[in-house]
C-alpha cells in the first residue's frame, strides 16, 4: 500500500513540474500559434494533476 501512495505522489510531482514548465514558457515571447500550442500542453498536464489528486484522495479513503 505505502508503494502505492509514493508512486501516486511521485506521479502527480512529476505532472506539477510539467504544467509549470510549460506555464514558465508563456512567459517568453513566442508567436501566437506557438503561445497556443503551450497552453494546451500545459492545459493538459493539468488536467492530469487533477486526476492523480482525485486518486490520491480516494486511496486515502480507502476507496482506491
Not at 502527480?12 to 500550442?37: C, G, H, I, S
Amino acid at each position: 500500500e505505502r508503494e502505492h501512495a509514493d508512486e501516486r505522489l511521485r506521479l502527480l510531482r512529476k505532472e506539477e513540474n510539467a504544467f509549470r514548465f510549460y506555464d514558465n514558457l508563456l512567459n517568453a515571447p513566442k508567436a501566437d500559434f506557438v503561445r497556443d500550442l503551450i497552453e494546451r500542453l500545459r492545459d493538459e498536464e493539468a488536467k492530469h494533476v487533477r486526476l492523480i489528486q482525485k486518486e490520491i484522495v480516494k486511496f486515502s479513503l480507502g476507496r482506491g
